[in-house]
């Protein structure tokens, strides 16, 4: 079934245009910023020697002061830490701290501050020799976070003029110094309300540790800045911690940039993580903040576009010299732009959660995108793109154990074909064969085929976490194909089609299944659910034989209301078996996606007359929709109350 989604785009394009506006910075370096101006004020440097209780020992930091500085003047603190090759001169090697900001301070784009350039190795021979790699060295990084807070810290603040609350402390670092920016910082936010990590290392810890109370985070943060190159091979870690951040609604720069784990990429994350610095903050314009995306997680192999941006907007490129016009067909029609290479590219505006299918339309032509995995979604082949959720945890791929999804072929007696079914076969299903399992058989959409749970669906999935959580009993899941031969989808749906559907399900699909599964006996074990046309199918065929399946899941469906010829035998089929149904059925589950949901007047036509009818049944809403993101959730609710 196709997203629909035009109302959500306006009010989204509306809300990034606000943020666009309210930007404080450009979203780059521009050429120059890392060179010595002639003429302007510059900053200087201090050595400092501090005491280490923690170390036992003297050790070493650099102090830059702001141009202008005074005793007689409080500064607030930015805290400055290098990677695992370094020491407290890497940056000043590496990144000329002093000159960029010296430039930031000429052009005015600066609040004064101290920065502190400290060595993060707290260990004796705090030297960057031998291999740094070590156990010793790297548990000296980690034995930092306690030289900073109790020595370093209180070592500036005594001997600077240093405004000593969190609100005036920032710590920011690359790579290794990213992660022990992240973990301390975060570990400490009555310490710390500024927190930036560049490139940050495998050192940065799981991000339910590094933010165990989003809600916490989210109050007590002023600013949460993540960068890194596009091409660092480090990525995976900063993108780990943006997606939990974005999940648990925790305001935060996610800034990806052309480049890998180099001074190039550090040199920029100095430039504009400054910038916002003991400043006011409008945190909804921090997810404009970037110069690329991060490539979908539904692109082909090593494919950089489609990208997507913070703010779920989405980037896509393709090169095509000989085309004369390109367009993305995603719902709405944007014409795309190309470069003098014949690579054409165009942005979209911010997108709803969930799989989006789309094409490429190349001199009117429809094509799918060679970078994109596809999908049949809209009576063929089509392009995807996901775009996250941030409740989208109850469907993402976790460390738990996991079932597998089999194809399985048979010979129909009622098409008189060879069809495929898909069967979800929970964890653990072949370990022991003494074990039966209910099963849940599980129908698409109009334009889908049996593929659709499998891939859009994600419903192993869903099922796998919902019995790493013990929220759902093992169980298969049976994914049909329910085209059929002759007029097929909505438009020409009428009862001759709902009853083919029936033959093959019990002709054929059931015994299929219960001859080549382990199958528990009986229609306490069987439950019947669909999406859309599925939730038709399973209305029909599910009603109609209680005494086969006690639960029934209809997701974004309903008889047609403008229908008599097909609707008004069925509701005379469930008056003269209400009480039949009632004590059979176990459950009648009805769901819709909102009112935004195209199927939504239909079903609430439907549920008027299962009142009239004396017809019990269980109704849910999850707003979002015609849309897979309700039939995930549908699912993953509907799947906690089987058997």
């Given amino acids: 079934m196709k997203n ?39 900053g200087s440097l201090d050595s400092i020697s501090y005491a280490s209780k923690t170390v036992g020992t003297v050790r070493k930091a650099l102090v830059y002061k702001p141009p202008g500085y005074s005793k007689k003047k409080k500064y607030p603190v930015l805290y400055l830490l290098h990677g695992i090759g370094g020491d407290e001169k890497e940056w000043l090697r590496g990144g000329r701290p002093q000159v960029i900001l010296d430039n930031l301070y000429a052009a005015g784009k600066l609040k ?29 990084f980690a034995n930092f976070e306690q030289d900073l807070l109790t020595d370093l810290i209180p070592y500036v603040e005594k001997h600077y003029p240093a405004l000593t609350t969190r609100e005036n402390r920032a710590l920011a670092g690359l790579s290794m110094g990213g992660g022990q920016s992240l973990n301390f910082g975060l570990g400490h936010l009555d310490k710390f309300a500024w927190v930036g990590g560049f490139s940050s290392a495998p050192n940065t810890k799981l991000p339910e540790q590094l933010v165990p109370d989003p809600a916490l985070a989210k109050k007590q943060l002023k ?52 910038q916002f610095l003991f400043k006011p903050v409008d945190t909804a314009a921090l997810p404009t903040y970037t110069v690329l995306g991060a490539p979908a997680a539904t692109n082909v192999r090593n494919a950089k576009y489609p990208q997507i941006l913070p703010d779920n907007r989405a980037v896509f490129r393709l090169k095509a010299p000989g085309v004369q016009r390109a367009q993305l067909d995603l719902g709405r029609k944007y014409d795309m732009a190309k470069d003098s290479s014949g690579t054409w590219t165009v942005t979209t505006d911010t997108l709803s959660q969930g799989l989006h299918y789309y094409s490429l339309l190349l001199d009117g032509l429809a094509v799918a995108d060679p970078a994109s995995d ?22 993402a791929l976790q460390d738990v154990p996991h079932g597998e999804v089999r194809a399985k072929r048979y010979y129909s007696k009622v098409t008189n074909s060879w069809r495929e079914m898909y069967v979800y076969t929970p964890p653990g299903y072949d370990a022991n064969a003494s074990v039966k399992y209910p099963v849940l058989y599980l129908l698409h959409g109009d334009g889908e085929d049996e593929t659709g749970w499998a891939k859009q669906g994600k419903a192993d999935l869903i099922l796998d976490n919902l019995l790493a959580a013990k929220k759902a009993k093992p169980m298969l899941v049976v994914m049909l194909d329910g085209n059929l031969s002759g007029p097929g989808g909505l438009a020409s749906f009428n009862e001759g089609a709902l009853q083919r559907f029936e033959n093959e399900l019990k002709q054929a699909v059931l015994p299929v299944v219960e001859s080549s599964y382990r199958v528990a006996p009986g229609a306490s074990n069987r439950a019947l659910a669909g999406l859309s046309l599925g939730g038709l199918q399973t209305l029909y065929a599910g009603v109609r034989n209680t005494s086969m399946f006690q639960y029934l ?38 769901s819709m996606g909102g009112p935004a949901d195209i199927a939504y007047a239909n079903n609430k036509v439907m549920r008027a007359k299962f009142d009239e009818l004396g017809i019990k049944y269980v109704y849910s809403e999850y707003p979002g929709g015609h849309t897979w993101p309700v039939w995930r959730h549908d699912l993953y609710q509907f799947a906690q109350g089987l058997f």
């Fill in 4 to 42: 629909l989604f035009p109302l959500a785009l306006g009010i989204a394009l509306l809300s990034a245009g606000n943020a666009f506006a309210q930007r404080i910075a450009p979203l780059e370096a521009p050429k120059g910023f890392d060179q010595p101006t002639a003429g302007i004020a510059t």
């Fill in 112 to 140: 004064p501050m101290l920065v502190v350039m400290p060595n993060g190795r707290a260990m004796k021979d705090d030297r960057a020799v031998g291999n740094i790699y070590g156990p010793d060295k790297v548990a000296a």
């Fill in 223 to 274: 600013l949460l800045w993540i960068s890194c190159g596009d091409q660092d091979g480090l990525l995976p870690v900063s993108q780990r911690t943006h997606d939990y951040l974005y999940q648990h609604g925790v305001p935060h720069v996610y800034y990806l940039e052309a480049g890998g784990h180099d001074f190039k990429v550090w040199k920029n994350g100095l430039y504009m993580f400054s």
């Fill in 374 to 395: 596809t999908f049949y979604g809209m009576g063929r082949m089509a392009s995807g793109i996901e775009i996250p959720s941030r409740n989208g945890g109850f469907y």
């Fill in 553 to 590: 899941g209809v997701f974004s469906s309903g008889f047609f209301a403008n229908n008599a010829a097909l609707s008004d035998p069925q509701y005379a089929f469930m008056k003269a078996n209400a009480g039949t149904i009632n004590t059979n059925l176990k459950q009648l589950w009805l």
